[in-house]
C-alpha cells in the first residue's frame, strides 16, 4: 500500500500549460496504487484521488467561473467538513429568530426546527463538494443560476482549485483542518465502515498510518494538503481564513465570531452566536432523523459523518510507535512553515 510515489511534493500550480487542457489526457494512463486492499486510486498532480474524481476535477478545475461573492469552503476529509458545512449554512441564514422566553436555549429547541434547514437536510445537501458531488453527476451543471453568494466546498488541494477562485478578489476560501492523528483515526472508522462493515476485522491500523504518512490516500497527502494552504492563507489572510477543529471545539463562540466576520455576516448580539453554535453542535445533529437513517452519497449513511467528535481521540487507538510515526511525519512536513496541528 505505502509507495514512495505517495510522498513526493507536489507540483505547484498556477500555471496555464496544466496537462488537462490536452483533450487526450487520460486517467488511466496516472500512476494507480490500491488503498486498503480495497479499491484503486490514482495521482494526478502529485495528489492521489478516486479515479473517477480526476475528471470531475480536472473539468472544474478548468471552466468554474468564480463570482465576485463566492465562498469556497475545503478540508481534507474527516477534519470538521460536516461541521464547517452546517456553520456556514446557519451563518448565512442569520439572523436566526431568538425565541424570547427565559427557558434557555434547549428549550427552544423543539420550536425552532421547524426554520431550520438542519433538521431537514444533511448539511452536505445544502453545500455540496464540487468535485464529487456536482462535476461527478453533470459535467455541465448550471450552476450560474445558484443566488448568490453561492456556497460551496472541495476536497480538492490548493494547487489544483480553478484559477479564478484564486484570482477572484471577493471570492473567498474558508479551510478546515484537524490534527492529523485524530484524522486518521477518523478516516479509519469511516472506511472500516465502508469496506469492512457488519463486524468484518477492521483494517490492520499500523498498516493504515503507513498509507497515511505516505500519502496515498484519497486526496493525499494530508500534510501537504494542509501546509498549501496555510501557506496561502498566511500570504493572504483576507482571501483564506485556515480554521482547526481542535480550536473550534475550545473556543466554539470565538472561532463562530470569526467565521462570521469573515464572511461578512457579523452577529449582532451573544444570543445569536450562542444559537448557531448550538444548531451546529455534534449532539444536536447526529439525532435528527435525517443523519440517523438517510443517505445522500453513493450509499454512505449520514450517521456515518457523526462519531465521536473528540480531540486526542487517537489516544485510544495509537501504540506509542504508530503515534511517533505520524508525528515525525508532521514535523518533517511543516517545519519551518510555522504551522503545528498536534498542539491540541
Ligand atoms: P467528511 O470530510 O467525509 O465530510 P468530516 O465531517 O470532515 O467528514 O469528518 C467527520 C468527523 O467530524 C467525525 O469525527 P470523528 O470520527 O472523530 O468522530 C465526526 O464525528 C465529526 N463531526 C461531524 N459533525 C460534527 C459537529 N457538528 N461537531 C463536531 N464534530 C463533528
Redesign the pocket.
Known sequence: MATSKGSSIPSSGNSHDHQDDDASFRVNELPRARFWDAMDICQWEGSWFEPGLVKPAVTFRTTFQAHHDDVLLA?????????????CLCIMQNPIPIATSDSGVNAEAAADDDDDILAKDN??FHIQ?IESMIYATKPHPDLYSTPSPRLFHT?LPYKVLPDSTKNSPGCKIVY?T?NPK??L???W??FNSIFRPNGLEPYPLDRAVDCFCSGVHQYGPFFDHVLEYWLESQKRPTKILFLK?EE??REPKAEVKKLASFLGRPFASEEEVEKVVWR???E???NFEVNKNGSILYG?PNS???????VG?WKNYLTPELEEQISRTARSKFEGSGLCLEDA
Do not use: E, M, Q
Not at 478540508?75 to 452546517?86: E, V
Not at 456515518?304 to 473528540?310: D, N, W
Open positions: 478540508s481534507p476529509p474527516k477534519t470538521g467538513t460536516t461541521w464547517l458545512k452546517a456553520l448539511p452536505h463538494t476536497h478546515i484537524r485524530d484524522t483515526i477518523s478516516l472508522h469511516f477543529y473550534l471545539k451546529c453542535s455534534l444536536r445533529l447526529r454512505v456515518s459523518y457523526f462519531r465521536r467528535g473528540a481521540d
